[in-house]
């Protein structure tokens, strides 16, 4: 049973920086697809970053270029490093992912049956 756990989040000022964590473990399978996901209050989940099985990224239109998706395989950890935090960042982030020999990355939630808890973001202006 794969479990994430994330942590990292907090409340910042528009143009701050956060680093979530998401700590994994549990896994048999040899390679998965991982990401990160966001709901804001009244709004549906959206995909923010996938890091899929080969190691390939794909970003939501909303955060390139601002936040970085990646892996730590020794710590068994993955990454979002949140640049430029705007108002419209406020949300609940989520980890997830689900088993995938050879995926590309995937922002459609539909795809993944494993998720954290979930952790706040909170940018203020």
């Known amino acids: 049973q794969v479990q994430l756990a994330e942590s990292g989040g907090g409340s910042v000022q528009t143009g701050g920086s956060l680093r979530l964590s998401c700590l994994h473990s549990g896994y048999t399978r040899r390679s998965y697809n991982w990401a990160w996901f966001r709901q804001a209050p009244g709004k549906e989940r959206e995909g923010v970053a996938s890091f899929g099985s080969r190691g390939d990224l794909l970003y939501a239109d909303s955060v390139k270029g601002r936040f970085t998706i990646s892996k730590d395989g020794a710590e068994n950890t993955l990454y979002l490093q949140m640049n430029s935090l705007e108002p419209e960042d406020t949300a609940v982030y989520y980890c997830?992912?689900?088993?995938?020999?050879?995926?590309?990355?995937?922002?459609?939630?539909?795809?993944?049956?494993?998720w954290g808890q979930g952790t706040q973001v909170t940018v203020s202006s």
């Open positions: 997830a992912a689900y088993d995938c020999v050879t995926c590309r990355p995937s922002l459609n939630g539909i795809n993944y049956n494993y």
